[in-house]
């Protein structure tokens, strides 16, 4: 009798499988919106919001957006918290995709989402040429950034833009690109993906710049060995990374909260204290998916588990 | 000779006159060189393959060997024959890349090609879901057809207002471009990326069992990588290790918060596999790169 | 490229990697004896799949993954031809996907040879080998529809695969086909050994055209690449030994990374100044190792001085042409 039920805990129809993922993690999205879950964020998170919360105020950051609506879940989330630091700090930026010819559409989505956040919280928005430059898409990432290592003025030097006036000229002309003379005048260079273009950015420029990734949870290991190497500094892997970035805008580093809490502490740079971010919204689509990748991963645990129970149960039914 | 050559740079100044001549006589020689190449005799084809891949891989390993000028400046006279090469190298970057991406884009005329072949094949002889293949092919065409009229739109004025991002100044061109694109396109590849949710789902039920000793251990590091990325959990585990080590963040036990082990099984086990990995994928993909370039490698099909 | 960002040292170990595989093949085109490969339990395992397609009468496919032309799906092709190449031989259809439009070309050529050399061109559909879609999801829907419809008994994926590795791979195990996947992104690897019978881990892929045809020149190569290992574990082990024993001495000078003005732009040096900081052991920039691939660059070896180029005095109108 054991040995029948324990081979029914082994076969479980995929199908079951796909309806209560489905079913559990839908009512989590719904229901558990903007769920505050205490966490303890990387040291490679950490280690990114420290460079961010420190770029130069009169250097941009470039932003490598190389991500398209599939992996919104991740993607999307780690690009809105890299856009509110940034906003929140005054901070220019350049952005422009290497690896997908959709990837611009959605960046600039973010981009107005973002804005549309401060609009509601009173702040003003983020002005295209005067505030951030965005300059499409690149083909071939390797050879784009080969070009844009080699020689940022001719790599970008014949991409236009309309200034404040609606008249179009060279982006270099914007006040965000005026003193870039070279790929490592940028205050940072962050890599947004879900796919292997931080490999190349790794190859062609993280010699020349303050090179920083925020990946997907699939991309992530194989970050890791860049970042541990120190060619890539700081790195936010998937959702945890996403809501990592969110927690730390909210409670800051190695910062003291009133009543003297320190909510994130990091033991091994005990010199870093940063603050939380100075305005704008904090939590974002990070808490709002963080409950849900709770479930999903408790729900493959307790699978896996039944599937193992099933098949020592069923040995045991089968000796006998 | 040489430096007459480097001198001619890669650009062609776009307000010289003589462009269109330029243009013109590239056009010409192009299609000579391609009347010759088809009517070279096959035994001799493959030469001339290997010479021109080993030309075109010869301009990177160049770059990537010779040394370039350091400390340049726009408008510097190279000091000698080594620094103009390096110069006239990097120069050439931009070139080469806009070449290879050309190249690139005529190529996908050709793959667009084999996919009308095998369709219209399919709906001519009524094979099995040849429906499909109509839809398929009417998608095609709508979506090049509202992509390129929504591009021109953008980037020439048509009537008075520019069309820009911002939705007020669009057409019904723009709105439809806007419903294929962001309507359907995004969220169809949405959907099919969420399938590997379930994929890895029923993945790891079915596979991960533990049959021996090496999937013990495997199990056991995927259930602490995985257990770690559940903030709550890791809370609730932590703060029971802290109290168990009497609240010292030095004590021997602290070692066992959930974030240190799994930190610890990424950095010590995972890293350094995959790096061993990626040294064994880049030295196999250099030699591969080299017999391509020296034009050794012979389809590798056995005789 | 600037041997002052990277040092000479990187540039070194590949030369002499290149040197090493040279060498190999030179030789292993001279020696009689077969030299010996270790077995890879997923290329025995080619043999098996095509034949049982052969039995089920169903296709084989074939995904070169979804990467652009370059030496991972040159050699995805080139295992191909030799798949194919049995194939023909059992009169067994395959299917051959490309998410790119250059190696849809490619694998075009490279299989119509193959069909070609075993005089059954005859036998060749002219459908077997099609571009799908450029669009990584799309082209993951085609093939998962081409999986399902057609029933594939067997399935080659060998390439650069990102995400659709685990819906080809899942599908392709719902319908009982045998699976031998190999990917160069090894985020997948994992995925395919969860759905797949077969999996070639990491450098395996690439040295599978050498295993599969044993031709001297790839074994030479092989070899090449092995020594290529030694050298660079012996580099690991040597660079360990050595940082361990630098980072218990102690901090006397520290490393100061900055930019400064040389002729008019700014580049970025480096100085060894000395440490007179708390007492503590060298840091990993304080290193011998570190220094091997980040040179000390001065401001002094920036300065050189060069000649400004004659810029030809263009004629402008003046400005009384102009208002004219």
Redesign the interface.
Known sequence: MSGFNADKLQKIDRRWLYVILIVSVAITLLVGKGTEIPVYPDDSSKDLYITLMNVPEDKPVFIQSDWTNSTRGESRGQMMALLRVLMSNNRKFVIYSMGDPQAPQVARDAIRMVNEERRKEGLDDFKSWEDYIELGNFPNAENSLNALGNNIRSAWGNRRRPDTTGVDRSVFESPVLANVQKVSDCGAYVVVTASSTIDFAVERISDKVNLNAMVTGVVGPTVLPYKRAGQVKGLAIGLKGVYDMEYMMKYGLNHQLEGGVIKVDYPQKPEVSLPPVPNGQTFGQGATNYLSLHIALGLMILAIILGNVGMFVGRKGGKK | MITNLLSLGWDVNPTDPNKWFIILGVMLAGGVGAFLLSKAPTSSRRSIIVAFTFVSGLFWVLKYLWPEPIAFREGDVPRNGIEGFGKYLTDGVPFVSTLAQTLTAFLLGLGIFSLLRVHLTKISRKQKDWQFSVILLISLVTVCFFGYWDWILFNFRMKDVLVSDDPSTWTWVNQVQDILFDGLLQNMDAAMFSLIAFFIFSAAYRAFRIRSVESSLLMVSALIVMLSLMGALTFVWNSAVLQASGGNPVHFLSNFRLDTIAGWVQSNVQVPALRALEFGVGLGALAMGLRLWLGLERGGVSQ | ??????GWFG?FV??T??VF??FN?ARAGKSKGEIFIRRIPGLNALDDAIGRATEMGRPVLMVPGIG??D??S??AV??F??VT?QAAQFGTPIRLC?A???V??LA?E?IR??YQ?QGMIERMD??S??????????F??GVQ?IIL?EQVAATFLLG?F??ES??F??SA??IGAIQIAGS?????TP?F???CDYVL???E???A?AY????P??VG??V??DW??ML?ISFVVLGTILNSYEFKQPKTTQRVDTTAE???????VSSIEPYDGDPRTKT?DDTFVYRMFNPIVSPE????E????Q?EESVEPTEEEVTE
């Open positions: 490229m600037q041997y002052l960002d990277t540039i590949t030369v990697i290149v595989v040279l093949i652009s032309l030496a991972v040159v050699q080139t295992i031809a030799n190449k490309c790119d439009a250059a849809y070309t075009q490279v040879d193959v050399s002219q459908n080998v099609q571009f799908v879609s450029d669009r990584q999801f799309a993951a829907a529809g419809r650069a990102y995400a685990l819906i791979a899942e195990n719902s160069t992104q090894n985020t997948q995925f050994i969860a759905a881990i990491g450098d892929f690439y040295a055209s599969i045809t044993r031709q020149v790839l190569s092989l090449g690449q290529g290992k660079i040389v002729r008019g732009g700014n580049e970025n990993p070896m920036l300065t050189i060069r000649e400004k180029e810029v």
